[in-house]
Each structure stands twice: as C-alpha cells, then as structure tokens.
C-alpha cells in the first residue's frame, strides 16, 4: 500500500500539474488566458444563465396549427393512395371543411376498395387503443376521414418532442454553449441560453418555422383573381413581395411539389452571377430524384420557392436540375442567409412557436451571485484547512494539500468537457469542500486506532489506508448513484449540481487517497519517524 517507484510518483504528479493547468484559464477572469502560448490550453467553464446572464424565452405552439398540417398531408396521402390502386379509384374534389376531409367516389363498385386503401393510412393514436383517423361512409359513396381526439393528442405530443429537438440543433448551430431546453406544459417550450448578447437573433431564429416548399406556378390563373385573393381549383394562393410584376401574390398547384424535409444540407453561399447572398442546399436521395422529375417534366414553366407561407422567389427551370443540389436567391443579407441555411441544416418546425414571455436576465445579478458563491466557498475552505490543521498536525497539511489539489481538479475537469457553472454548481463545489476531507479523516482515524492497538507507525499507516479505503469507496459509489440519477432525471441548475458532485467525489477520493498516500509514503521513507503527531 505505501510502496510509490518513481515512475508512479512522476505519473501522478503529472496528472496534478496538467490539472492544474487546465483549471488556470477559468480562475483568470476576463480575456487574459487568451495572452498565453498557444500550445497552452484555453478551455474555461461556462458560465449558466443565473451567473452570467442571458436570455431565458418561452415559446408556445398552436394546436390547430399541427391539426391543419395533419390534414393537408391526410389529403396528399388520400390521392396518392387512390392513384396507386389496381384498377385506379376515380374521386372528386376533396374538401377540408370543419377539419374533415370529405370526398366521393365516382364508381359506388369501388366503395370498399377505397376503404381498403383508406385503412393503411390509420394508425394507433400511442396507448390509448382508438386510431388516429375515423373513416366513415355517407350516402353510400361518400367518404367522410375525422381526426380523433386521441390521434390530435398524440400529433401533437410527436410534434412537441420534434420541435425541442430542432430548436436544440438551430442554438448548437449558432455556437452557443450549454443551453437549456424543456417542456413545459402540453405545447409549451422553455428556452433559456447563457451569455447570449443578442436576444432578437435568437428570437428570429426560433419563431422561423422554416418550412421550405418547391411548388409550381399556376400561370394560368386569372391575375385580378390573384389579387383579389381568389385562387382557382386545385391552387392557392401566397403572398410574393418581391414580385416582378408588381401583384403582392402569387398562385402556385397546391398538390405535386417538394418539400423541406427532404434536405441533407444547406449553407450560405454568393450567386456566382450577381455575388448577392444565397442558400446553396443539398437534397438527399429520394428528394434529388423527385427534384429532377419536377425540373425534367416542367422545363420552361416557373416554380416557386416557398419559406414559411412567403414566396422568396419563382425562377423559370431553363433546364433540369439533375445533380440533387439547387439555389435558394432572394433578397437576402449575408446574415439572413447564414440565419436560413442554420434552420434548414437543423430542420423545419413541425408546428409554428410564438414567443409568448421573454425575460433578459442581466450579468450584474450573476456577478453578485459569484461574489457571493466567492465568500461562501473561501470562509468554508479557510474553516475547514483550519480544523484539519489543528485536529491532525502534519497528516492535516497533507489532507489540506489534497483538498487545493481537488478544486484545481474539479475546475480543470470542468473546463476540459466545457461544462457550464450554476448557482447550483457553486453549492456542489462549496458541499465538495466540505466532503472532501471526510476520506482523510477516516483513514487518520483508522490510523490513531491502529497505534493505539500497538502497531508500529509503517503498520499502522499501512493498514489505516487499507482498511479505511473501503469504507471510503462504498460510501462515495452510493454518492456517484445519487449524483447520476439526479443528471439524468434532473435538468436545468440540478443537473449543474450534479455535474459538480459527481466530478468532485471522483477528484475527492483520488486526492484524499492516492495523493495524501504517496506523500505520507515519501515522508515516511525520508524521516523513518518512530512515533507519529496525529
């Protein structure tokens, strides 16, 4: 137990000294460690939203919203399906009317082979046993499709989940660090980012549902129709700013085109023509080959470029577009287009989220909270290198050198992974100072108790680290467990807690163990001392 070789001594010190280092960026306030050589590390830890400040916004999705989008893919779904039937089912017009999707079926011999077709498209509304659709017959041919309460429920529990996960993607994507994101309620998002210094970019960024759509131009309709804001059979009708003949709409086929979806990438570029701001974008397979179909059986005719209910722009195809890739133009600033090829990378929103709080959280608060974490955490260091002093004489130096070496540690582990620093995170590290002694003492302990049964001071010391290790090991894996279940259930300031608990019972124990092993060992090997001052 206190045989150290010189290779494990030098392992060890090395291991304290690059922790060390790490930990030297995030103690030196403001830009300063950006002075260092550059083949020093310049991790630091992040600050959260209660300590340096930010944005914290919450975000609301409208249900009818995700029932009108289920709608209009029901439909697609409804005439693909029909198309796709052997022989073909030949229906009318399909209506939207009052949330229901209602249609006829021109051939009554037909009926049933609709509602086979018609079946597939139903699904399980989650663990509730109802579907997600009713199918119904009316007057013998026509079908009437109602969504289900459960059904609506669950689009739009699906829906919720997508869109946390989107607006995750859209803020990694804008290089911020450690934000937090949760549910809140049935159609609620909670959005809340540290350090972020413009507020209105986020804003703009997450209320964008950046739905992009490739559909071609009705260019026969009426233009006073247009204008007026009637759109012909089987179109509808967008608005198009900047239009070059001057109307404020346009008319596109509401059936047939492309969606967003089917993107893999995009990214902000220059038109090598005009040098104007652009979004190049990427399809992926499935969408490439559906994008040449479009461009192949539509050479010469226009087709719009959809985002979010806007026309950007509606370019004739002069030829077909066969390499999966296109161009999105409009008039774009560098910093729109890097804000739209962001949303796009990430995904569209499957549900249009309005901002309905917003609140600026200010750094003075958080400086005043670290001032205050400050204080707490020195008076307790200072009690406790005090008492361990006094209690313990020179096995106390050696724990209390320890515990400096634990707190580097905590700080360069932290800044390694880029962790965020809570208010939470600042009463985990105050908790770890006064933890970390608790392995010492034990084993200072055990080792008084060893000298008093007459062992001699190799024994005793020896044995004392033995025996007490146990007990130090079972009690701080029950630690870790509590620490891990509250990351992983946990979220927000509880899982900044628990980040730093979890970090300084592992840095607790290897300091207050092995370090203040090897250095009791080192003295003992040099003094040889006959009696021990503990």
């Keep these: 137990m206190l045989d150290f070789p010189r290779w494990k001594v030098i392992s060890i010190s090395l ?41 914290h916004i919450l975000l609301e999705a409208d249900p009818a919203d995700v029932a009108e989008t289920r709608l209009q893919t029901m439909e697609e779904s409804v005439r693909a399906e029909m198309r796709r039937a052997k022989p073909r089912i030949n229906i009318g017009d399909i209506s939207r009317k009052n949330g229901v999707l209602s249609f006829m079926v021109r051939d009554s011999t037909q009926v049933d082979a609709a509602r086979d077709a018609l079946l597939p ?34 689009a739009v529990e699906n ?63 009426d233009p006073n129709a247009i204008a007026e804001g009637r759109a012909p059979v089987g179109s509808q009708i967008f608005p198009y700013p900047d239009n070059p003949s001057g ?43 559906k994008f040449a179909r479009l461009t192949q059986n539509n050479v010469g005719r226009p087709f719009a470029i959809i985002l979010d209910g806007v026309v950007l722009s509606a370019p004739n195809i002069n030829e077909p577009i066969l390499g999966g890739s296109a161009q999105i133009s409009g008039n774009f600033t560098v910093e729109g287009a890097n804000q739209l090829s962001i949303a796009l990378r990430s995904g569209a929103l499957p549900v249009e989220l309005k901002v309905v709080e917003e609140r600026t959280v200010g750094p003075d ?47 360069g582990i932290m800044a390694m992974f880029n962790a965020t620093l809570t208010l939470p995170g600042i009463a985990g590290f105050i908790l770890t100072v006064g933890s970390a002694v608790d392995a010492n003492v034990l084993i200072n302990e055990r080792i008084r108790e060893e000298r008093r049964r007459g062992r001699r ?11 007490a290790s146990r007990a130090i090991f079972d009690a701080n894996i029950t630690n870790v467990i509590a620490g891990l279940l509250l990351f992983i259930f946990g979220s927000g300031p509880v899982r900044g807690f628990a980040v730093v608990l979890i970090i300084g019972i592992l840095t607790s124990v290897f300091t207050a163990v092995v370090v203040t092993r090897m250095l009791v060992a080192l003295w003992l090997r040099r003094a040889r001392p006959q009696e021990l001052a503990i």
């Design 247 to 289: 109307l404020p709409n346009i008319a596109v086929k509401r059936l047939g085109g492309i969606s967003g979806d089917k993107l893999t990438d995009a990214g902000q570029g220059f038109d090598q023509e005009t040098n104007a701001p652009v979004v190049n974008i990427t399809f992926d397979t499935e969408g490439g080959a």
């Design 159 to 221: 829906a919720m989940d997508t869109a946390t996960d989107v607006i995750r993607r859209r803020i990694d994507e804008m290089g911020t660090r450690e934000p937090t994101i949760i549910r809140q309620g049935d159609n609620r998002i909670v959005v809340q980012v540290p350090g972020l210094e413009d507020p209105e970019a986020l804003k703009d960024l997450l209320g964008q549902t950046a739905k992009l759509e490739f559909k071609l131009v009705d260019f026969a309709a």
């Design 15 to 55: 291991l304290l000294a690059f922790g060390v280092l790490m930990s030297l960026p995030s103690l030196l306030f403001g830009e300063s460690h950006k002075y260092w050589p550059g083949f020093l590390p310049d991790e630091t830890i992040n600050m959260g939203l209660d300590l340096s400040g930010g944005s």
């Design 121 to 154: 498209l139903t699904t399980g509304a989650g663990l509730t046993g109802q579907r997600d659709w009713d199918i119904e017959v009316r007057d013998d041919t026509r079908f009437v499709v109602t969504p289900t309460a459960a059904g609506l429920e669950n």
């Design 365 to 411: 608060l958080g400086a005043d909270s670290i001032r205050k974490g400050m204080i707490a955490a020195i008076i307790g260091t200072a009690a406790v290198l005090a008492f361990m002093i006094v209690t313990y004489g020179r096995f106390g130096v050696y724990a209390n050198f320890a515990l400096i070496l634990n707190l580097f540690l905590i700080l």
């Design 457 to 467: 001071v190799v024994q005793a010391v020896e044995v004392g680290y033995k025996e």
